[in-house]
């Protein structure tokens, strides 16, 4: 069936970069999604790619997206304590379990 | 507009008893979803709506479980003889069709415990 998949984990330094992975099964996906938990907050939606894109950058977010392997990573540069939080990738109505990025000072 | 509202924002129920929650999504969404969310799990869909037709089901989605969006805005979940292993956080979420690069705006969820 269907799946999304990532790490349960991350733990970087403050300043650093950070890069969470996520594989999918859905090829049919036409977006795919990266969406933020913070601790006691509701799921808010952090951005995205077209399934015709194979990076977009906003800010200090990158989306890579390779398709032929349905692997979606997220890099976040300088990370800072304020990122830490879950982390949810997502195609149509699936989520993955989420990865709770830690930020140490 | 003032977001996804989902009421009540905690339930606690008895074994067995039947528990029903609501969602109202943003106006001028046409698409409505369900989630359950466990601690440490990401959201399982449940269901979702486009309108009022309901087209998709989750397969692990019981019979005790059923929703309806009546008249295309607000929509109820109910849970019919509720279990223990039926506590979770029910997320409540809406999307625009067409304005699929916006995503899902999540609403706060209901806490629901059975105890």
């Known amino acids: 069936g269907e799946d999304v998949e990532q790490s349960l984990f991350l733990s970087v330094r403050e300043g650093d970069s950070s890069v969470i992975n996520c594989t999918y099964t859905d090829s049919s996906s036409t977006y795919l999604y990266w969406y933020k938990q913070e601790p006691g907050a509701g799921l808010q939606l952090l951005t995205y790619i077209f399934s015709n894109m194979d990076m977009k950058q906003d800010q200090r977010l990158t989306v890579l997206l390779n398709k032929k392997d349905k692997h979606l990573s997220l890099r976040i540069a300088d990370t800072q304590t304020g990122d830490s939080a879950i982390y949810f990738c997502?195609?149509?109505?699936?989520f993955g379990a989420g990865t709770r990025l830690t930020v140490k000072p | 507009d003032t977001g996804v509202s989902q009421d009540p924002r905690h339930k606690i129920t008895k074994r067995g008893q039947n528990v029903t929650f609501r969602c109202d999504p943003i106006s001028e969404h046409n698409r409505l979803y369900w989630y359950r969310q466990t601690l440490g799990q990401g959201p399982e869909f449940l269901t979702y709506f486009q309108n009022e037709a309901q087209l998709e089901k989750s397969r692990l989605l019981s019979d005790r479980f059923s929703a309806e969006r009546p008249k295309g805005s607000f929509s109820t979940l109910e849970i019919q003889r509720t279990e223990q292993g039926d506590s979770a956080m029910y997320l409540c979420a809406s999307s625009l069709q067409g304005g699929e690069n916006y995503g899902y705006t999540f609403g706060s969820g209901t806490r629901l415990t059975v105890v």
């Open positions: 997502a195609e149509k109505v699936r």
